[in-house]
């Protein structure tokens, strides 16, 4: 690992534990020991190091959809891997999530990124459940209204569970991605055709 990759990592491990707002480039100097002075040569601000955060957030999930993407015939185990995935990948970056406004209000470029990829992922998740309808996971009849509430839903559920679990039930890491991965799960529930639906009780439900 080389020193620009370990202030990423120190800088995502800071920001996840005291949050962005209280988090400066030298208390990442100071963490890992150099001065700051060295660790301006790599990175002149913080949202130098946001930016690059949130650039790889979002390869990861480029990464994840366009495997679910390639996958033929989807199964109801494929819809819940990659809700836990999501779940797991947001986990790893959360102080974006829940900073998210105060880091969209200072820092334009990952504002209209964001807008770029909110309409990118609607319509791949559109394409991922077309296929679910298309294997019989999903029922076919479902009006286009539903589904994209239903897209909506998911998007809001997604980006803010992590907020409501710090704010909330305060779960830790392994106990927070099984709970809410199945609550955005369980958003899919009444669209699942009646086979699907069993399935789904008897695998996930407990």
Sequence with gaps: MNTKEKILHKALELFNEKGYNNITTRHIAADL????????????????????????????MDELLNKMKKIEN?????????????????????????????????IPEINSHYEE????????????????????????????FIMDSLVQQIFIVADNWLTH??????????????????LQMNLFYPYLNKEQQKLYEQQYIQ
Excluded: C
């Design 33 to 60: 020991g150099m001065s700051a002075g060295n660790l301006h040569y790599h990175f002149k601000h913080s949202e130098d190091i946001i930016k690059i955060l949130f650039a790889e957030l979002t390869l990861r």
């Design 74 to 106: 989807k199964t109801l185990e494929d819809l819940y891997k990659l809700t836990f995935s999501t779940s797991e990948i947001f986990y790893s970056y959360r102080f974006i999530f829940i900073n998210f406004v105060d880091i969209l209000k200072k």
């Design 117 to 144: 990829i909110h309409v990118n992922r609607k319509e791949e998740f559109q394409l991922i459940f077309s296929g679910l309808q298309k294997n019989n996971i999903l029922q076919k009849d479902i009006p286009d």
């Design 165 to 182: 679990n710090r704010l909330i039930l305060k779960l830790n890491k392994k106990k927070a991605l099984h709970h809410y991965t199945i």
